[in-house]
């Protein structure tokens, strides 16, 4: 019991300029037991992770390459982005492009939500590199659809690294070193 | 009415709404995301929608009053209106979204102005059927309790 505090859970980072569509996708994260910051923009989105469009190397600051289960309690790594397609400025597919073109973040799954039904827009997300593309509005069932993305980020870490911290059914994330975490589990509007 | 009078004219209210087409399932979505920890979601997403939407019904009012007409703006606008009524599960008022759109994008003026009526016709008319299941619920909880 003492130690579900120190678990770790997956961080799901939402963007959306709809105020109602972040407290639905909030909800449905938070229901499916995920933490999740919502904010309202693509570029607060690439802030929240520490990415300025600027350069990368910048943000390489961290000295601890490999994480110990003694960090845990520190780490708010992205396991996951969804994020709306039209917003104001930058687009969803926009983000979608910097996060895949970024060497820190590319790994990281991207989900795109539209409430157009757009094939040749859903196409080209999936294409370059969107890990799912949902309709909204956005169900449980849809959310349901994320947790294979996010359990493979998991085997594919364990696989790189040793991990002598194994729990059963544990989600414990070695979370990637580079995000820099301003909020926690704030909507940041 | 007792308790048990009350949850039954309360049902009937929530049937008759989904009935009458001015839920649909998306409603229904949001009530299987409330829980005992988040007893209030549907009206607080509800409350957010009406605040969030009366806003974008001045700039479409404002935008529609202007001339000439900026129809990039008022889809921009409906565009946003319609997604957060589909996320509620607001069909009607979805679905007049939707002509609006078409109106717009053909350029239709009047027909805009015409169908932003029914629009708002529409908003009213289920902001105050859903004001009155909610009060409804608030009082069945109470006479729950005695």
Same mark, same amino acid.
């Given at each position: 019991?003492?130690?579900?505090?120190?678990?770790?859970?997956?961080?799901?980072?939402?963007?959306?300029?709809?105020?109602?569509?972040?407290?639905?996708? *909030?909800?449905?994260?938070?229901?499916?037991?995920?933490?999740?910051?919502?904010?309202?923009?693509?570029?607060?989105?690439?802030?929240?992770?520490?990415?300025?469009? *600027?350069?990368?190397?910048?943000?390489?600051?961290?000295?601890?390459?490999?994480?110990?289960?003694?960090?845990?309690?520190?780490?708010?790594?992205?396991?996951?982005?969804?994020?709306?397609?039209?917003?104001?400025?930058?687009?969803?597919?926009?983000?979608?492009?910097?996060?895949?073109?970024?060497?820190?973040?590319?790994?990281?799954?991207?989900?795109?939500?539209?409430?157009?039904?757009?094939?040749?827009?859903?196409?080209?997300?999936?294409?370059?590199?969107?890990?799912?593309?949902?309709?909204?509005?956005?169900?449980?069932?849809?959310?349901?659809?994320?947790?294979?993305?996010?359990?493979?980020?998991?085997?594919?870490?364990? *696989?790189?690294?040793?991990?002598?911290?194994?729990?059963?059914?544990?989600?414990?994330?070695?979370?990637?070193?580079?995000?820099?975490?301003?909020?926690?589990?704030?909507?940041?509007? | 009415?007792?308790?048990?009078?009350?949850?039954?004219?309360?049902?009937?209210?929530?049937?008759?709404?989904?009935?009458?087409?001015?839920?649909?399932?998306?409603?229904?979505? %949001?009530?299987?995301?409330?829980?005992?920890?988040?007893?209030?979601?549907?009206?607080?997403?509800?409350? %957010?929608?009406?605040?969030?939407?009366?806003?974008?019904?001045?700039?479409?009012?404002?935008?529609?009053?202007?001339?000439?007409?900026?129809?990039?703006? %008022?889809?921009?606008?409906?565009?946003?209106?319609?997604?957060?009524?589909?996320?509620?599960?607001?069909?009607?008022?979805?679905?007049?979204?939707?002509?609006?759109?078409?109106?717009?994008?053909?350029?239709?003026?009047?027909?805009?102005?015409?169908?932003?009526?029914?629009?708002?016709?529409?908003?009213?008319? %289920?902001?105050?059927?859903?004001?009155?299941?909610?009060?409804?619920?608030?009082?069945?909880?109470?006479?729950?309790?005695?």
């Amino acid at each position: 019991m003492g130690n579900m505090a120190t678990q770790t859970r997956f961080h799901v980072l939402a963007v959306d300029d709809s105020l109602i569509d972040r407290k639905l996708i *909030e909800r449905l994260l938070k229901t499916s037991s995920y933490q999740v910051t919502a904010v309202d923009s693509g570029s607060k989105a690439l802030e929240f992770l520490g990415l300025n469009g *600027e350069n990368e190397d910048e943000e390489r600051n961290s000295s601890v390459e490999s994480v110990s289960a003694a960090d845990e309690d520190h780490q708010v790594g992205v396991n996951l982005i969804i994020t709306d397609y039209c917003m104001p400025g930058m687009t969803g597919y926009d983000l979608l492009r910097k996060i895949k073109q970024s060497s820190s973040f590319k790994d990281i799954p991207v989900v795109i939500m539209s409430s157009e039904n757009i094939p040749s827009r859903i196409n080209r997300c999936l294409e370059d590199g969107a890990e799912e593309f949902f309709l909204k509005p956005v169900k449980l069932s849809d959310v349901n659809k994320l947790r294979p993305h996010l359990m493979k980020g998991i085997t594919t870490k364990n *696989e790189m690294q040793s991990n002598t911290n194994k729990r059963k059914g544990s989600e414990e994330i070695q979370s990637p070193d580079r995000t820099r975490p301003r909020y926690n589990e704030l909507e940041v509007v | 009415m007792d308790g048990y009078g009350m949850q039954n004219q309360i049902a009937c209210i929530r049937r008759s709404l989904f009935d009458q087409g001015y839920l649909d399932e998306q409603f229904i979505q %949001l009530e299987e995301l409330q829980d005992d920890a988040n007893p209030n979601f549907v009206q607080e997403i509800v409350t %957010l929608f009406y605040t969030d939407s009366t806003r974008l019904i001045q700039n479409i009012e404002l935008t529609l009053n202007s001339r000439p007409i900026n129809f990039s703006k %008022l889809d921009d606008y409906m565009h946003q209106f319609k997604g957060s009524s589909s996320s509620i599960g607001a069909k009607k008022v979805t679905s007049e979204c939707a002509v609006f759109r078409q109106y717009c994008a053909a350029g239709n003026a009047e027909a805009c102005i015409r169908n932003f009526q029914h629009i708002k016709q529409e908003h009213a008319i %289920l902001r105050k059927k859903l004001e009155f299941y909610f009060q409804m619920m608030g009082q069945a909880a109470v006479a729950q309790t005695r």
